[in-house]
């Protein structure tokens, strides 16, 4: 059962890497019935790789908004495998160096993954992995061909790979060939008020009475940005020395949440 | 006779390269009547290299849609000559080298292929061997020349050689040249319904009564996700475990079947 | 209160570093409501700061019209926050740097604000940080990354960090991703009438008589202009030789300010 | 007499240099009366060369479609020159060489040239050898300077030089001013229907009957597609272990032969 | 007064820098009260400089048509200014210089001016510092952030600046953010016909007859044309051996001095 | 008297460089007023150089169609100026040397100058030294930085300098600001008819009778082509072993004549 795996997530998988928990840094709550959905999918993946033959590795992206989750659910999905080995790539972790060195630390996760008989590899983000920016365009043709090479790549024989795609601009993923390079794409959706509402009474911050207010102002608002304003707006109710925010006795100010909220949206 | 080779392709050429057996992991099933005529006629190459006097190499393009089959084809072929020399030259095997050490392999390649008196050299996915991304657009114009130059090039007295290439970017290039290059191009279609029944009669994945079904929905399928929806769907019918997914007593859900379809071909 | 704070800026905080002071020259003057509001919201964010989990930093945007006083308010905020770690990072401190040289030095700044429990990097005029020019455009992808990076990156367990930018090109952070790496953006408005009105009284340099007209003729200058202006037309009063501008007894001849403001908007 | 003249060409001057043989691996048969004007023409120019003055080279230039035989024409004016310097420079001999390189290979050959009292210089292929590509356009900018100074610059005192070039791109070559360098451009045609069947009845490949129908379908065919068609149509007739195919006994089949130009000139 | 510190500028300062002198090799004539205007709000300027507080330098912009005598006004303010230190930085004086070499002698310029108590710093046809060319357009955007972080900074403690730009291309100074990056901007006119009339009673080259002529023909001529013509008509009237042309006592013909103007304005 | 000039070029300057000679291969035929006003004017600039003040340079710039004799004009003044020091800056001379050793070529030639009391430095075909080419536009920017500060440099005390350039893209030149910094342009024509017969006459190649039909097929050809069609028809009157083509007894067949005209001047 995916809601009762949720609640023993933490308990469960105190094994699991240190940077997969912090790709996730509030756990995992339920979203809904869409997300849910894509875990079952993505889980289904991960047992096909236990029975491939030799061949590519199996493949798969998770595209959508910015701060929709995608990032935390293949965090969750790799904690989840308990494969022996599951490895995340993210912009952060090769800040600073030099594109073919970025080159060589990919082909080094790849190499470490052929290692072991089941593996998953998390390209995390990948348009900041080619330090893509719009203007220009500008990224690196030399990551790209690197990737589309290691989507492409029979690992040796006896080992297999499960390789986990986000990306937040599958447009451009497109359009330089790495969206079509993995074998199937989902699409991470943002809350909708009544998913939004179930993980307002996961996190516990509103009274009874606010929550349907507070929910009907989340719709189509990333998951993201729903922490963010939670944290601001407890501020300004003066509270600022309890730490915790989640679960407090005392709720939220619903008009401070929806100031903070407006500020966090606005178009500027 | 083509069917008949084909079904004796694995014991017969047992001694052929490894990478070619890899760039074909799924062997080699009849794809129907277009797909063997182009098979045949590119044989007729083969024999015409034989006897071919001293002059540029005889160059034949593989074109088509990403996953149509034209590795398989090209790597079949060569696996076919039985000549001395055939060697494919990939993306892959030049993963992480530099632009004009990828240069210095081709013209490594060809030098030991002037070596044999009769050779193939597989070009595959040329737009990949170039670097080649549709943003920019970026492609090495090095290697891009190095091509044009030994596609031209004669071998020396007494050597004879079939160069073979593949491009699901055959507008790409015709743009840099190597389209004309060639000599002679045949297209890879994708599967129709009919060649759809005949590969899935082949794999024996559906009961008589589902196969109509499925290869209906197969219309204009590439034969890759064709393989790829078998495997995903294998697992949603809970066999997980049972490894070998092709010619199984049990056969596939169609629901599933088709569901998996609809994923692999969304268009996101 | 905000107005009691900014009269005691000077003598409260003589322990903050030598160049927070430099990027408010001349102190910090209350310029109305529209900014004290942008002034309290963040000073929410630095008690933010101090009660926050394990994450990525706090982070903030100060947009607005060159010379609206973006960095002045930032170094004010650093200032105020008597934090033991506040640094500011600007073009001028990295002036002659190589590209990856400057990149270093930001990362220096962000490890170094790392050691302390709670921390304050202002990133000053980030479009100046990437040597940006409208034409080309030309800018640093590398430091643009390196940003994004730490814009996301969490500090180490056990330490706090706001991210306070500032922008006078918001268009332009948008459009390389950095507008969106920020959690909220607040813009810094210029003066309207009636708080030029305001800073003219604080400054002291008109004759009761004049002050209106002088204000009139301000709407919608940017700050640093209306400093310029004064003291451009303290010289035209033939009074050169008095050093100090401000608060002085004889009033500054409301013709020269006007055609000194005339000369410095003049749109060439 | 030309035509006398090419009957003889191979016993006549066999002492000509290698790669000059070798830029036409089909000899010289005679395509009719327009490219026989222009092989006068040159000659003249070739006559010329001997009693010029001092001043820059004589220049020709040798345009039109791919394949008409203008590498061909070149070649065989070289050997009918007979002068004791004749070079060819082509993007094969240069293959590999680093762009300065080039120009040195280039630089060489002219000083080579000026030692000798007669000579001429075969630019062939100039796109090829500026390794030009349609797309960017990317081409070599020193290469281009480097043969326009040849073009221009004087030999030394009792030198003459004759520099011949080549291209199937004159709209590329009046792009970068190297088609106003040369001081007359002449344009190789394709073959039409009454000279394909002039080139058929030397080749002798059909029997009188077929001859009319294949020369029919050949028009505006270029003369290498010409050759490539009857090669390959010599395998579909099965007769693939008789080495020479041209003057053989057997007569193309004419389906065979259509079927081959079909394939051949499809527009893929 | 103005016009008399005109007549006395050789005698007055002599002791100042060569090069200022060089950058006016005519000395500095009376064109009206347009140039004189400016002339004085720089000077006023001048003054500010030693009265200013800490921060960032007095910065004043000089733009208008090329040769309309920016550079000889900014020289003579220079000598004007009576400052211990006048540099002006020219394309000349870096000439040859790499990119960052030239960074590197504006950063001596300025760190030599925060030396002195007070200072002025020409940088002298600004886009020509930059290496700018209109085509692409071409130009340095390390020496344009260079000189973006030196307009901004503040000298130390005690030293004061004045920065004097020249540009005959504001539009592109605007477009690289340097129009925006000067405190105030003044428009160098062209002559008007008064004006030519009172340049050339200052010269005395013509009789009184002929002089309206001539001012006449000269209305929105830069001064730089004007004395280019004078030089070349004194040469058509055969005097070439009498090496002063101002000032003679034989006039110039009005005829050649309208042919040459004629030539040297001529739109080819 | 400036045909007298002419006529007596060749044995008065003997003395003079051995490049400018070379500059004109075919000495210097009278080519009609439109040609004799402009090396009048140029020779009245020479003649303004030796009285010229300290200052920038005199310079001239020479443009028109390619081949319409600038070259030959400009080296027949430096002749003729019997200037102890001329120089020619030619594509041809820098031929092979990169950018910046161009720009030191470049720099040598006018230290050169600047010891000589006197000196000419032409620049030869601007654009060329630039390594321009129209497509991308490509051309050197540092060169063109070069070339722009020695045309506003002023040569040491005592040393006085033309320089005269040529150019037959005066667009190109003014977009990179070219154009302007040379104080005076003129234009080279083409040769009219009557002028063409005035040539004709000079080099005495034609009969009476053919001499006006021959010059009105002139009609705008550049003084080039006539010497290159010239040349070639002579080959077609059988003639070729005669070396001597000018002033011969035997004159041209005006068929021969007309026909190279056509194929020289074919647009192609
Ligand atoms: N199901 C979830 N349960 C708890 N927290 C979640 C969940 N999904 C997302 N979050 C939290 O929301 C924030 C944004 O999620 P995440 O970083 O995964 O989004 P993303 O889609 O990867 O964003 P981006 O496109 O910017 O990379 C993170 O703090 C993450 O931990
Ligand atoms: N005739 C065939 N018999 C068996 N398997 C085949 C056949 N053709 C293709 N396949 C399999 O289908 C998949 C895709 O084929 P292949 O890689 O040759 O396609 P492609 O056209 O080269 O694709 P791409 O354009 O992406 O390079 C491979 O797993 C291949 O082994
Ligand atoms: N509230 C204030 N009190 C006193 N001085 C101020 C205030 N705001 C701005 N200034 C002064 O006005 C000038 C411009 O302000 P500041 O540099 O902060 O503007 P900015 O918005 O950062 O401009 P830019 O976009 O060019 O970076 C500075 O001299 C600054 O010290
Ligand atoms: N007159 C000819 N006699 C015999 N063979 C010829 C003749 N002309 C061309 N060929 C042959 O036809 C083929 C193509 O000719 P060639 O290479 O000279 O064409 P091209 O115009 O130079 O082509 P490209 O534009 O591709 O360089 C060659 O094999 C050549 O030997
Ligand atoms: N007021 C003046 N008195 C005497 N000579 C002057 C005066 N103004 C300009 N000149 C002379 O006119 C010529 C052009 O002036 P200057 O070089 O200052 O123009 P500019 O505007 O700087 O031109 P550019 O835009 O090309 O740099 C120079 O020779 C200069 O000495
Ligand atoms: N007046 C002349 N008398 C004799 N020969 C001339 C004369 N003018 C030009 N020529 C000759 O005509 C040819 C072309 O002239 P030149 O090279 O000077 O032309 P150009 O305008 O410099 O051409 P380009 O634009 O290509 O550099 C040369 O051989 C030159 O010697
Ligand atoms: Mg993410
Ligand atoms: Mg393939
Ligand atoms: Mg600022
Ligand atoms: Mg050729
Ligand atoms: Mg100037
Ligand atoms: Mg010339």
Same mark, same amino acid.
């Given at each position: 059962?995916?809601? &009762?795996g949720?609640?023993?997530?933490?308990?469960?998988?105190?094994?699991?890497?240190?940077?997969?928990?912090?790709?996730?840094?509030?756990?995992?709550?339920?979203?809904? %019935?869409?997300?849910?959905? *894509?875990?079952?999918?993505?889980?289904?993946?991960?047992?096909? #790789?236990? #029975?491939?033959?030799?061949?590519?590795?199996?493949?798969?992206?998770?595209?959508?908004?910015? +701060?929709?989750?995608?990032?935390?659910?293949?965090?969750?999905?790799? *904690?989840?495998?308990?494969?022996?080995?599951?490895?995340?790539?993210?912009?952060?972790?090769? $800040?600073?160096?030099?594109?073919?060195?970025?080159?060589?630390?990919?082909?080094?996760?790849?190499?470490?993954?052929?290692?072991?008989?089941?593996?998953? #590899?998390?390209? %995390?983000? *990948?348009?900041?992995?080619?330090d893509?920016?719009?203007?220009?365009?500008?990224?690196?043709?030399?990551?790209?061909h690197?990737?589309?090479?290691?989507?492409? &790549?029979?690992?040796?024989?006896?080992?297999?790979?499960?390789?986990? +795609?986000?990306?937040?601009?599958?447009?451009?993923?497109?359009?330089? +060939?790495?969206? $079509?390079?993995?074998?199937?794409?989902?699409?991470?959706?943002?809350?909708?008020?009544?998913? =939004?509402?179930?993980?307002?009474?996961?996190?516990?911050?509103?009274?009874? %009475? %606010?929550?349907?207010?507070?929910? &009907?102002?989340? $719709?189509d608002?990333?998951?993201?940005?729903?922490?963010?304003?939670?944290?601001?707006?407890? &501020?300004?109710?003066?509270r600022?020395?309890? =730490?915790?925010?989640?679960?407090?006795?005392?709720?939220?100010?619903?008009?401070?949440?929806? $100031?903070?909220?407006?500020? #966090?949206?606005?178009? *500027?």
């Amino acid at each position: 059962d995916f809601l &009762q795996g949720l609640s023993e997530v933490k308990p469960a998988f105190g094994a699991s890497p240190k940077d997969l928990e912090l790709s996730r840094p509030k756990g995992f709550v339920d979203c809904g %019935d869409r997300e849910r959905l *894509i875990y079952e999918r993505v889980m289904y993946l991960v047992e096909q #790789v236990k #029975v491939n033959e030799r061949g590519p590795p199996v493949t798969c992206l998770l595209e959508g908004p910015s +701060g929709s989750g995608k990032t935390a659910l293949a965090a969750t999905i790799g *904690i989840d495998s308990e494969f022996p080995y599951v490895k995340i790539v993210s912009a952060v972790t090769m $800040n600073g160096l030099h594109e073919s060195k970025k080159c060589a630390h990919i082909t080094k996760v790849f190499e470490d993954a052929y290692k072991s008989p089941h593996s998953i #590899v998390i390209l %995390d983000k *990948i348009e900041r992995l080619l330090d893509y920016t719009e203007i220009g365009p500008r990224f690196s043709n030399e990551i790209t061909h690197t990737l589309l090479n290691f989507l492409e &790549q029979s690992p040796p024989e006896g080992n297999k790979l499960l390789v986990l +795609g986000t990306t937040s601009n599958v447009t451009f993923l497109k359009a330089v +060939g790495l969206r $079509n390079a993995f074998s199937v794409t989902y699409s991470v959706p943002l809350l909708r008020t009544e998913e =939004a509402k179930k993980v307002l009474e996961q996190l516990n911050v509103f009274s009874e %009475d %606010d929550i349907d207010e507070a929910a &009907q102002a989340l $719709n189509d608002v990333p998951i993201k940005q729903l922490y963010t304003v939670i944290e601001m707006a407890a &501020q300004r109710d003066g509270r600022s020395k309890e =730490a915790i925010v989640y679960n407090r006795e005392e709720k939220l100010n619903i008009t401070h949440f929806l $100031n903070c909220l407006e500020e #966090v949206t606005a178009d *500027i």
